[in-house]
């Protein structure tokens, strides 16, 4: 019966980890369904095991765009392994940090659906960033970044595919540099953004190579070294023809910053409009996907502290 597999796996699975699960016949019957087709490792291993087959795919278990290593929330709950902080956040995606590596270097190859979870759990870390602060799930995204997105870098696929995960790869990486620098770990931060600027080469995207060197200048005026901001800002603005209005004015707006913070009232003031009138524009076509974090707001509250800077209080306060 469903209840008599339930409980030889559980009992295989103590036997072999000295760990307590609960699969139970609820569980089994989804499997048989077809409502979990892929479940976590564990279980797949012991039901090979207990029912005596050397292939996952002999039990109707194939990894899908929706559910590579998907575990439901008593298994991510039972199983130590696949648990981490964010599992309390999003239950699913804590199984991505186990499963995804293993099936990538098996195949030495990836795919779409590879990169679908990486941008998936991306999402997920970027959400719990901006509600609750990065050190909730740093620690999480670190690991993430380097034991699942490190091997899909490595890893060979189609042209179009790799370049994929490059920019998703480097989106991950600013988003983890960004969290080291909330948390003043200026050594991971900086070792971040240049993971960031090389992962932004390979996927040959000109939006996003110009986003890492503005969020380079970024650093590098928080640290105290303008000039390097506006060099590295500089470049950034340079690209600025070939990037939809949204994304220009976001990168003109960080070039602005740089030169109000070496006093360059000219330069600011030319940049500071440039960049609200590409706010202000209407969109003619579809944002970079890492816009999505930004808005016109941003534009105007850096606006606010180019003014301020240069020590204009109206127009700060306008």
Same mark, same amino acid.
């Given at each position: 019966?469903?209840?008599?597999?339930?409980?030889?796996?559980?009992?295989?699975?103590?036997?072999?980890?000295?760990?307590?699960?609960?699969?139970?016949?609820?569980?089994?019957?989804?499997?048989?369904? %077809?409502?979990?087709?892929?479940?976590?490792? *564990?279980?797949?291993?012991?039901?090979?095991?207990?029912?005596?087959?050397?292939?996952?795919?002999?039990?109707?278990?194939?990894?899908?765009?929706?559910?590579?290593?998907?575990?439901?929330?008593?298994?991510?709950?039972?199983?130590?392994?696949?648990?981490?902080?964010?599992?309390?956040?999003?239950?699913?995606?804590?199984?991505?940090?186990?499963?995804?590596?293993?099936?990538?270097?098996?195949?030495?190859?990836?795919? +779409?659906?590879?990169?679908?979870?990486?941008?998936?759990?991306?999402?997920?870390?970027?959400?719990?960033?901006?509600?609750?602060?990065?050190?909730?799930?740093?620690?999480?995204?670190?690991?993430?970044? *380097?034991?699942?997105?490190?091997?899909?870098?490595?890893? +060979?696929?189609?042209?179009?595919?790799?370049?994929?995960?490059?920019?998703?790869?480097?989106?991950?990486?600013? @988003?983890?540099?960004?969290?080291?620098?909330?948390?003043?770990?200026?050594?991971?931060?900086?070792?971040?953004?240049?993971?960031?600027?090389?992962?932004?080469?390979?996927?040959?995207?000109?939006?996003?190579?110009?986003?890492?060197?503005? @969020?380079?200048?970024?650093?590098?005026?928080?640290?105290?070294?303008?000039?390097?901001?506006?060099?590295?800002?500089? %470049?950034?603005?340079?690209?600025?023809?070939?990037?939809?209005?949204?994304?220009?004015?976001?990168?003109?707006?960080?070039?602005?910053?740089?030169?109000?913070?070496?006093?360059?009232? *000219?330069?600011?003031?030319?940049?500071?409009?440039?960049?609200?009138?590409?706010?202000?524009?209407?969109?003619?076509?579809?944002?970079?996907?890492?816009? %999505?974090?930004?808005?016109?707001?941003?534009?105007? *509250?850096?606006?606010?502290?180019?003014?301020?800077?240069? %020590?204009?209080?109206?127009?700060?306060?306008?």
């Amino acid at each position: 019966s469903r209840a008599d597999l339930a409980e030889a796996v559980n009992l295989w699975l103590y036997e072999q980890t000295g760990k307590t699960f609960t699969m139970d016949a609820n569980q089994v019957g989804k499997y048989e369904r %077809g409502e979990n087709r892929w479940p976590h490792r *564990h279980y797949r291993q012991a039901l090979c095991a207990v029912l005596d087959t050397d292939t996952e795919g002999a039990l109707g278990f194939f990894p899908s765009r929706r559910s590579p290593g998907m575990a439901t929330r008593s298994e991510s709950r039972s199983d130590e392994a696949a648990g981490g902080e964010l599992g309390e956040l999003v239950p699913p995606l804590s199984a991505f940090l186990h499963e995804l590596p293993d099936s990538v270097v098996e195949r030495g190859r990836i795919d +779409d659906c590879d990169v679908d979870v990486v941008a998936c759990v991306l999402d997920a870390v970027t959400a719990s960033d901006r509600q609750f602060g990065g050190q909730r799930v740093q620690q999480f995204a670190q690991s993430f970044l *380097h034991r699942v997105v490190g091997p899909c870098l490595r890893a +060979d696929g189609k042209d179009p595919v790799l370049r994929r995960i490059s920019m998703v790869g480097t989106a991950f990486a600013l @988003r983890v540099s960004s969290m080291a620098w909330d948390g003043d770990d200026d050594a991971l931060c900086r070792r971040l953004l240049a993971d960031a600027a090389s992962m932004a080469c390979r996927g040959d995207d000109v939006s996003v190579t110009a986003w890492v060197l503005a @969020r380079r200048g970024a650093y590098e005026l928080a640290r105290g070294r303008p000039d390097r901001a506006v060099a590295l800002t500089e %470049g950034a603005a340079g690209m600025v023809r070939r990037l939809s209005p949204g994304c220009g004015a976001f990168i003109l707006a960080k070039h602005a910053l740089a030169c109000s913070s070496i006093g360059d009232r *000219h330069a600011t003031f030319r940049m500071v409009g440039q960049a609200l009138d590409a706010a202000a524009r209407d969109e003619t076509g579809a944002e970079p996907s890492w816009m %999505g974090v930004y808005g016109v707001g941003h534009v105007r *509250h850096d606006a606010a502290r180019c003014y301020a800077n240069l %020590g204009l209080g109206p127009q700060t306060v306008s």
